[in-house]
């Protein structure tokens, strides 16, 4: 059991919630936490479908839904009307740069950032509860850049 800690997280949710305890709901789990990066749920549908898994596509959006939830998995939105997820399980706080051009997705660290809306939250009266940061921008090196090498 890789993930024992995470599976206890999400048995607990969802007992308190009163949703089903499926093996279903903890293989989609597994997948989406060991995912590398953002991913959209048809991402996901399709890597566990190559790995020869039976779960379908509405078991895979429920239990993402789910994983948000009970906060395993954090839910990004850049820009392109797509909803993807990034496992928050014992991951460090960061923010994105990302690619208007291509969806290149870059993630940072910045101490200076960490500070910034605390201050803005007190300073217009409200207590901090958290933030998402993300950059819009466009790739510098070309050559790189997914959308300049497909025209």
Same mark, same amino acid.
């Given at each position: #059991?890789?993930?024992? *800690?995470?599976?206890?997280?999400? @048995? ?11 093996? /279903? @709901? %903890?293989?989609? #789990?597994? !997948?989406?936490? +060991? ?12 890597? #566990?479908?190559? !790995? ?16 948000? *939830? ?9 820009? +392109?009307? #797509?909803? @993807?997820?990034?496992?928050? %399980?014992?991951? *460090? ?7 208007? +051009?291509?969806?290149?997705?870059? /993630?940072?660290?910045?101490?200076? &950032?960490?500070?910034?809306? /605390?201050?803005?939250?007190?300073? &217009? ?10 950059? %819009? !921008?466009?790739?510098? +090196? ?5 959308? %300049?090498? /497909?025209?």
């Amino acid at each position: #059991m890789k993930h024992k *800690q995470a599976i206890e997280i999400f @048995r607990n949710f969802l007992k308190n919630e009163k949703n089903r305890i499926t093996p /279903e @709901r %903890f293989e989609v #789990m597994d !997948a989406a936490l +060991d995912y590398d990066g953002h991913f959209g749920a048809d991402d996901l549908y399709i890597l #566990m479908k190559n !790995a020869n898994s039976s779960i379908s596509r509405a078991t895979i959006y429920k239990t993402l839904e789910l994983l948000a *939830q009970c906060e395993l998995l954090s839910k990004r939105h850049f820009g +392109d009307k #797509m909803t @993807r997820y990034e496992s928050s %399980f014992k991951k *460090q706080i960061h923010d994105h740069l990302i690619c208007v +051009d291509c969806g290149r997705i870059v /993630e940072f660290s910045d101490k200076n &950032l960490k500070e910034f809306p /605390e201050k803005i939250s007190s300073g &217009l009266g409200f207590d901090f509860e958290s933030y998402s940061f993300n950059i %819009f !921008a466009r790739c510098k +090196d070309r050559k790189n850049c997914k959308y %300049f090498n /497909e025209r």
